[in-house]
């Protein structure tokens, strides 16, 4: 059973940082698309950043500065590097895979910044 489990999220200050982490399992995770996104209150599930097998990267065009995807082939796991974060990037993150034409989520993490 493919899993997809998130960690990392919490509560941060604004300006703070946050490495949000998806370790995948019975996944083929070196042909998979990997990618993140987030669902506020009230709002719709948006993405926030994804990254193919080969490396290459897509972001949100709003948060490609502060924000940064990875992956670790050798560990099934993708990583979400967020800088600066600001009171309008409190949500529930998602991680997301996608094998060829299947597509699978995890169960989120939320990611609170107040102060």
């Known amino acids: 059973q493919v899993q997809l489990v998130e960690s990392g999220g919490g509560l941060v200050q604004p300006g703070g940082s946050l490495r949000l982490s998806c370790a995948a399992s019975?996944?083929?995770?070196?042909?998979?698309?990997m990618g993140w996104y987030r669902q506020a209150p009230g709002k719709e599930r948006e993405l926030v950043a994804g990254?193919?097998?080969?490396?290459?990267?897509n972001y949100a065009d709003s948060l490609k500065d502060r924000f940064t995807i990875s992956r670790d082939n050798a560990r099934n796991t993708v990583y979400l590097q967020m800088n600066s974060l600001k009171p309008e990037d409190t949500a529930v993150y998602y991680c997301?895979?996608?094998?060829?034409?299947?597509?699978?989520w995890g169960q989120g993490t939320q990611v609170t910044v107040s102060s």
């Open positions: 997301h895979a996608r094998v060829i034409w299947t597509v699978y």
């Open positions: 019975s996944i083929n995770f070196g042909i998979s698309t």
């Open positions: 990254i193919t097998s080969g490396g290459t990267t």
